[in-house]
């Protein structure tokens, strides 16, 4: 049974334009979340984080929303690029630094950026 | 600069076959992982390694073999190739289980 969860396997916006991409998790014991981006033909690069402390993080144009009742989390690209155009991969992690803990992925949304 | 790279990034092998994936990092990280990414299933955990001599199973472990006799090095082996095993493979690592893992450019792995 997936915990974590990417229900939209694809999503296209305009060059410009905002891009959100969602996630949603069941694991209440996930204190960690990641966002990932992927290339065709390259491995997974991280792209950025939040703790369940938190429910904002910022990085440039990345932002990272937690909203921990709802167990849901979402990536906003402000603005989109064309260079944005992968699969992103929303993580979660439990018992960070535990040897109990790791990371699960959801299956991916695929953005595409059109100009 | 710190790195983990993957061997081979391409491989073409025959149903029944043994193929090792090598995965080399120089990051000193304790933790190591192999991934499988499948269209439709996102990225799915075959085995993991906290430490040298320390492995465990994932999501998607049947088929699989690992070693971990070095912390820099974590092959994955298939013991005898299954069409269904062609996939991309990645392995990956990361200096505490549930923290930020690095991934490699990946192994594409066609089984005919």
């Known amino acids: 049974d997936q915990q974590v969860k990417q229900n939209s396997p694809s999503l296209s916006v305009q060059e410009g334009r905002i891009s959100i991409l969602n996630c949603d998790y069941t694991n209440s014991m996930f204190d960690y979340f990641l966002w990932y981006k992927k290339y065709p033909a390259e491995g997974p690069t991280f792209l950025i984080s939040?703790?369940?402390?938190?429910d904002k993080n910022e990085d440039g144009r990345f932002t990272v929303f937690l909203n921990k009742s709802a167990k849901h989390l979402s990536l906003h690209i402000v603005p989109s690029q064309p260079g944005d155009s992968a699969v992103y991969f929303c993580a979660a992690a439990a018992d960070r630094g535990s040897t109990l803990g790791r990371l699960y992925f959801g299956r991916g949304t695929q953005l595409t950026v059109w100009p | 600069d710190a790195e983990i790279t993957q061997s081979p990034r391409h491989k073409i092998t025959e149903t029944g076959r043994q193929v090792t994936l090598a995965c080399h990092q120089t990051w000193n990280h304790n933790n190591m992982f192999w991934y499988r990414q499948d269209l439709g299933h996102g990225l799915r955990l075959i085995y993991y390694?906290?430490?040298?001599?320390?492995?465990d199973k994932g999501e998607v472990p049947d088929g699989y073999v690992v070693s971990r006799s070095k912390t820099e090095n974590f092959p994955l082996t298939l013991e005898s190739a299954t069409r269904s095993q062609t996939s991309v493979y990645f392995c990956?690592?990361?200096?505490?289980?549930?923290?930020?893992?690095?991934f490699g450019e990946g192994s594409w792995l066609t089984v005919v």
């Open positions: 939040i703790s369940s402390i938190k």
């Open positions: 390694s906290a430490a040298a001599d320390i492995t």
């Open positions: 990956a690592s990361s200096e505490t289980p549930g923290n930020t893992i690095y």
